[in-house]
């Protein structure tokens, strides 16, 4: 099971802000750096934040990350209804012999 | 961009080695200092990672599959391969390989193939 945690569920209307939390521990987002992916139905998945709050070139400035001690959020101001997708967050975690672990994913849904 | 592409068995029988490989087109795994992974996702389920390679043969692998997996490179073919053997039902998944964003940095990725189904049964 993943030990990165997220609500399975976020939801808004369209312009609303929708924040999504993930909830780690001191051997990964404690120390290490926070990425987001998003993932549309039927797609791979898309980097949308690296470094916990920069984004590749191509993604909306709607969309921004943060990171506070063992916990990290993706903020989507003004949602639209292609933002629909799943989440994830993903960061290295330095336990064991070290590996790249992903969230529990989260839904959201635009009302 | 470079953009990759996965190909696998579709089925593969309990017990037996998965075997998947990923082209490379629009760029050479042997002539950038990037790594490349391999990521995967059961039906309706969430992400794991696998493991990914450095051309030069650095390898990290996921703790709860390492025993199982081996993930190698052909330059000749610009390809990179997965294997993972003695496979169970819960090994039924989607395969993607993907690059990360920065050279030399084992993650986070950036480009990714479009996936292949893989049902162990």
């Known amino acids: 099971q993943s030990v990165l945690t997220q609500p399975p569920s976020a939801s808004g209307t369209p312009g609303q802000r929708v924040t999504i939390s993930c909830s780690g521990s001191?051997?990964?987002?404690?120390?290490?750096?926070v990425n987001w992916y998003q993932q549309l139905p039927g797609t791979a998945p898309r980097l949308l934040v690296h470094s916990n709050d920069r984004r590749p070139s191509g993604v909306p400035d709607r969309f921004s990350g943060s990171k506070s001690g063992t916990s990290a959020s993706l903020a989507i101001s003004g949602l639209q209804s292609e933002d629909e997708a799943d989440y994830y967050c993903a960061a290295w975690d330095d336990s064991l012999s070290g590996s790249y672990v992903f969230g529990t994913g989260t839904k959201v849904t635009v009302l | 961009q470079p953009q990759l592409q996965e190909s696998g068995p579709g089925l593969v029988k309990p017990s037996e080695t998965l075997s998947v490989t990923c082209t490379v087109s629009?760029?050479?795994?042997?002539?950038?200092?990037?790594?490349w992974g391999w990521i995967r996702q059961p039906p309706g389920k969430g992400l794991e990672w696998i493991g990914s390679l450095f051309y030069g043969g650095t390898t990290y692998y996921n703790p709860s599959l390492k025993s199982r997996v081996t993930i190698s490179v052909d330059a000749s073919k610009n390809q990179f391969s997965l294997k993972l053997t003695s496979v169970t039902a819960a090994d039924t998944a989607v395969y993607y390989c993907?690059?990360?964003?920065?050279?030399?940095?084992?993650?986070?990725?950036?480009?990714w193939g479009q996936g292949t189904m893989v049902t162990v049964s």
């Open positions: 629009g760029g050479s795994i042997s002539s950038t200092s990037y790594y």
């Open positions: 993907a690059r990360p964003i920065k050279q030399d940095g084992v993650v986070p990725f950036d480009i």
């Open positions: 001191s051997s990964n987002i404690g120390i290490n750096s």
